[in-house]
């Protein structure tokens, strides 16, 4: 869903106005068996079309999404991998639950002509970034957080009860990622020093699409010729604003988990404030704030990581060596 947000301040901030989504549709050949290249041909649009009516219907609540403080920190690279990681993972229990009931609903005639497996799906490439960030054993260290079993609760009812909603999901999230993807990873690979080899932001990379854009012109060509009547057209838009305040609840959350998070440690085992490396006691501030409300605990706490360091066992040692010797000079 960020993705989306992506494009459109990049739209906002060069002052282009955009072709319409859907003002080409394509068709599809292939290309030296690498994949399917597509090939765009001219379509006159209609208010009408469900693509422009997502276009409109959801536009509120899209600028609204993308001025959460969660967007606008990621935007500025102010993300700390904690934060990364968990946004990783509430994306893969979302595209779990979305890319299950497109299995289960890819023959329904209001969800076949979306079917694009192979392009698209998306959680086993999650599953791979999981596995970078957690280890072979990540499925026993993530779990589904509150707002994500929301969103995913919903994605599930949907398939099962009123698959033509899977539109306004399956539309929301991958032509977003689609979208900003790149600026996306591009983004998060700086900030939090991933390998430029692409390990940690597999999510981001479609392989089996040559063009983002004519795939998206395709995409919502298909959209606009499914035998849809009004009322339905009008139900998936407002599916599609439900997805945006799904995605919102996700982003909050993520916000105060955050909050939350005042220390990460160092593989010397260091506790460091923030992206600041060193020693805690370091900075002035967190100490005086910690000291203040914490009190012994606070004390007790910084002791014991001093203890775990190596640097801070030499300096005991040292201490100890030389108050020995103090005391022996004394006694003689």
């Given at each position: 869903m960020m993705t989306w947000m992506i494009e459109n301040i990049y739209k906002k901030a060069s002052r282009i106005t955009p072709q319409r989504s859907s003002d080409k549709m394509e068709t599809t050949t292939t290309a030296n068996g690498d994949g399917p290249v597509y090939e765009e041909r001219e379509e006159k649009l209609s208010p009408e079309d469900l693509s422009e009516m997502l276009a409109a219907g959801t536009k509120e609540v899209h600028e609204k999404a993308e001025n959460t403080?969660?967007?606008?920190?990621?935007?500025?690279?102010?993300?700390?991998?904690?934060?990364?990681?968990?946004?990783?993972?509430?994306?893969?229990?979302?595209?779990?639950?979305?890319?299950?009931?497109?299995?289960?609903?890819k023959e329904h005639p209001h969800f076949a002509p979306l079917y694009f497996p192979a392009e698209l799906h998306r959680h086993t490439a999650l599953a791979r970034d999981?596995?970078?960030?957690?280890?072979?054993?990540?499925?026993?260290?993530?779990?589904?957080?509150?707002?994500?079993?929301?969103?995913?609760?919903?994605?599930?009812?949907?398939?099962?009860?009123?698959?033509?909603?899977?539109?306004?999901?399956?539309?929301?999230?991958?032509?977003?990622?689609?979208?900003?993807?790149?600026?996306?990873?591009?983004?998060?690979?700086?900030?939090?020093?991933?390998?430029?080899?692409?390990?940690?932001?597999?999510?981001?990379?479609?392989?089996?699409?040559?063009?983002?854009?004519?795939?998206?012109?395709?995409?919502?060509?298909?959209?606009?010729?499914?035998?849809?009547?009004?009322?339905?057209?009008?139900?998936?838009?407002s599916e599609a604003v439900k997805a945006f305040h799904f995605n919102m609840e996700v982003f909050e959350e993520l916000e105060e988990i955050g909050k939350t998070i005042q220390e990460e440690v160092l593989d010397a085992g260091m506790p460091v404030h923030g992206a600041m490396g060193g020693d805690i006691s370091k900075c002035p501030y967190y100490a005086a704030k910690m000291a203040a409300s914490g009190g012994t605990a606070y004390f007790c706490q910084l002791a014991t990581a001093v203890l775990q360091h190596p640097t801070g066992q030499v300096l005991l040692a040292t201490w100890f060596a030389a108050m020995a010797g103090l005391v022996a000079w004394y006694l003689m």
């Open positions: 403080q969660f967007v606008k920190d990621f935007l500025k690279g102010r993300i700390r991998k904690e934060i990364f990681k968990r946004a990783t993972v509430a994306l893969y229990f979302t595209y779990k639950a979305m890319e299950e009931e497109i299995e289960r609903n999981l596995e970078y960030f957690y280890g072979p054993e990540w499925q026993s260290q993530v779990s589904c957080t509150e707002a994500a079993q929301n969103y995913v609760d919903r994605i599930h009812q949907v398939g099962q009860e009123d698959p033509v909603l899977l539109v306004a999901h399956a539309y929301t999230r991958y032509m977003g990622d689609l979208s900003g993807g790149q600026v996306l990873k591009k983004v998060a690979q700086r900030a939090l020093k991933l390998p430029p080899t692409g390990e940690g932001l597999e999510f981001y990379c479609f392989d089996a699409i040559h063009s983002a854009k004519s795939f998206k012109q395709l995409y919502r060509s298909r959209m606009n010729e499914l035998e849809l009547d009004m009322e339905t057209k009008k139900r998936i838009v």
